[in-house]
T-cell receptor
Framework: KNEVEQSPQNLTAQEGEFITINCSYS?????LHWLQQHPGGGIVSLFM???GKKKHGRLIATINIQEKHSSLHITASHPRDSAVYIC??????????????FGKGTKLSVKP | NAGVTQTPKFRVLKTGQSMTLLCAQD?????MYWYRQDPGMGLRLIHY???????AKGEVPDGYNVSRLKKQNFLLGLESAAPSQTSVYFC????????????FGEGSRLTVL
């Protein structure tokens, strides 16, 4: 079982729709990251959070530490939001403490 | 405002050849990382460095070596390339550890024939 699971793997939406991408993890963490990877490969950090909720523009990230679950929401989606969204957790145990474990990503396609 | 720069962007190697990927960051970050990204898998950590002169193994270190002689540069070497090392390689840096905001390079696509 992967330590970081994302759902769905693929998501197609119409422009303007509200989008939710989920991330569940099974390990102890010190923080959770959401990353965005556009076609062509560049990876950009969107959020890092260890509790509660963060908002940046149309993007909202939430985390529930007790349930080991995080969600990334996109409001009023736009074709430029089309990308792969990656969840990663920073572990708080063992010899690799602090290193990131990545989910496989959610590929989002927003149609005009 | 270069951020993290990787060179080369693309490379084709024959089995057994050697090469070095260079990662350079201009943000004075202590922490630097090399990842590989393969289809259907998440990013996996190859090696990382917590400061100039230090390196450590990540999840998939076999077949790779690294050096951090200068704070701004993190080199990833393949001494004898194998087809299993065909991948896209990403370098990243952060100012704090455990990683705060990560800054990624644009990636280097390596094909080993």
């Amino acid at each position: 079982k992967n330590e970081v699971e994302q759902s769905p793997q693929n998501l197609t939406a119409q422009e303007g729709e509200f989008i939710t991408i989920n991330c569940s993890y099974s390990v102890g963490i010190s923080a959770l990251h959401w990353l965005q990877q556009h076609p062509g490969g560049g990876i950009v950090s969107l959020f890092m959070l260890s509790s509660g909720k963060k908002k940046h523009g149309r993007l909202i990230a939430t985390i529930n530490i007790q349930e080991k679950h995080s969600s990334l929401h996109i409001t009023a989606s736009h074709p430029r939001d089309s990308a792969v969204y990656i969840c990663a957790v920073s572990t708080n145990y063992g010899g690799s403490q602090g290193n990131l474990i990545f989910g496989k990503g959610t590929k989002l396609s927003v149609k005009p | 405002n270069a951020g993290v720069t990787q060179t080369p962007k693309f490379r084709v190697l024959k089995t057994g050849q050697s090469m070095t990927l260079l990662c350079a960051q201009d943000m004075n970050h202590e922490y630097m990382y090399w990842y590989r990204q393969d289809p259907g898998m998440g990013l996996r950590l190859i090696h990382y460095s917590v400061g100039e002169g230090t390196t450590a193994k990540g999840e998939v270190p076999d077949g790779y070596n690294v050096s951090r002689l200068k704070k701004q540069n993190f080199l990833l070497g393949l001494e004898s390339a194998a087809p299993s090392q065909t991948s896209v390689y990403f370098c990243a840096s952060s100012g704090v550890y455990p990683p705060g905001e990560l800054f990624f390079g644009e990636g280097s696509r390596l094909t080993v024939l």
